[in-house]
């Protein structure tokens, strides 16, 4: 027996969206679980046919980008959202949906939120207090490329031995190592692409921590390459690109005593 669906009139339908969009299930699923790993709240800009988003986190230890084109656009706006709201309602959607989403946007509010036969009404945040971070501009010596898999695989048995890891980079390559009080890993990523600037020294190297990393690798679900930046005590900068998204982060170093 089909499922009859009623329609109700709320009051957004009274008055016209400041603006809309239809974005991907996947485009809007990898944007909000990037986003997830440092911040519960974003604001996303709606501008030039993307939607996006550039947020540092509360410690200002890391930052994270996003943007993915959307199907269709009408007007733009800065809309705030409740990530960890927002990516609960998604978990039913298979990131491979093909119904795509649609946002309207209306004045002071709500944000309504289309797939399928669904319609949400969601509060919108406050963006005024919602800071925009500036990207730096690092000179980063060390650039190597690495699937996603192996970077997550190298993680995961990092998280055995220690709650950080350093990444050393050289003109041979690039090794990570994680060093406990009873377990040491080492292990030379398997890098598709690696790039070492001659004129500095013989090798770069960071130490991060893995809190921060390990979220992130639960942030990609996706199959593909992962392009970092690697400095000499300065913070590692990566990018990812699952599907049409653009997912760039930003991580400091810990600082050896």
């Known amino acids: 027996m089909a499922e009859t669906v009623k329609t109700v009139k709320t009051v957004h339908s009274e008055r016209e969206p400041v603006a809309s969009c239809k974005i991907s299930s996947a485009n809007l699923q990898y944007l909000l679980d990037w986003v997830s790993t440092i911040n519960g709240e974003v604001k996303l800009e709606l501008d030039g046919g993307t939607l996006s988003y550039r947020e540092i986190g509360a410690a200002h230890v890391c930052m994270v980008t996003g943007s993915a084109p959307v199907l269709e656009q009408e007007g733009e706006a800065e809309i705030g959202v409740d990530v960890d709201l927002v990516t609960d309602l998604l978990k039913p959607v298979p990131i491979?949906?093909?119904?795509?989403?649609?946002?309207?946007?209306?004045?002071?509010?709500?944000?309504?939120?289309?797939?399928a036969r669904y319609e949400y009404e969601l509060q919108v945040l406050d963006t005024s207090g919602m800071t925009d971070p500036k990207d730096p501009d690092l000179e980063l010596p060390c650039r190597f490329t690495i699937t996603a898999r192996d970077w997550s695989n190298f993680l995961r048995r990092a998280d055995k031995a220690s709650s950080y890891i350093k990444l050393a980079g050289h003109p041979d390559g690039v090794t990570g190592t994680a060093e406990g009080d009873q377990v040491s890993l080492t292990h030379k990523l398997d890098c598709d692409e690696?790039?070492?600037?001659?004129?500095?020294?013989?090798?770069?190297?960071?130490?991060?921590?893995?809190?921060?990393l390990d979220s992130f690798r639960k942030a990609q679900s996706f199959q593909g390459d992962v392009r970092f930046r690697l400095g000499n005590d300065y913070p590692i900068d990566w990018e990812a690109r699952p599907g049409e998204c653009v997912l760039t982060g930003q991580l400091a170093p810990r600082i050896e005593d």
């Open 96 to 115: 491979a949906a093909p119904d795509p989403f649609r946002l309207e946007v209306y004045e002071a509010g709500p944000l309504v939120l289309e797939h």
């Open 194 to 212: 690696h790039e070492f600037d001659s004129g500095h020294e013989d090798q770069v190297a960071s130490l991060f921590s893995l809190d921060y």
